[in-house]
Nanobody
Framework: VELVQSGGGSVEAGGSLRLSCAAS????????MGWFRQAPGKEREGVAL???????TYVDSVKGRFTISKDNAKYTSHLEMNSLKPEDTGMYFC?????????????????WGQGTQVTVSS
């Protein structure tokens, strides 16, 4: 599965950004997609997942501010990020797995997007 990301950029605290991830080369019937981020000097962490069922999972720090969605017809995932905080700054990656439910931990994923920088200034 090839994943191509778009979106991101720089914004002031309280602002909004949108990330998108388009998957190609997928042939199965189950696809969950997720967003992960990595701040300088820190490990990559899971931010949001949308499972094959359409159910979603979020890390506590973004609940109520971020929304993940998926267009099943286009195998595209979007991450709407509102009320952004400086601590949201980092490189954001999308990932995908051909499973019904996927974990929020990044170690089990082998299909990754190229990454996009999100910078939130105070």
């Amino acid at each position: 599965v090839e994943l191509v990301q778009s979106g991101g950029g720089s914004v002031e605290a309280g602002g909004s950004l949108r990330l998108s991830c388009a998957a190609s080369g997928f042939t199965g019937s189950k696809l969950c997609m997720g967003w992960f981020r990595q701040a300088p000097g820190k490990e990559r962490e899971g931010v949001a997942l949308i499972h094959s069922t359409g159910e979603t999972t979020y890390v506590d720090s973004v609940k109520g501010r971020f929304t993940i969605s998926k267009d099943n017809a286009k195998y595209t995932s979007h991450l709407e990020m509102n009320s952004l905080k400086p601590e949201d700054t980092g490189m954001y990656f999308c990932a995908a797995q051909g499973r019904l439910y996927c974990p929020l931990h990044p170690d089990t994923y082998n299909s990754w997007g190229q990454g996009t920088q999100v910078t939130v200034s105070s």
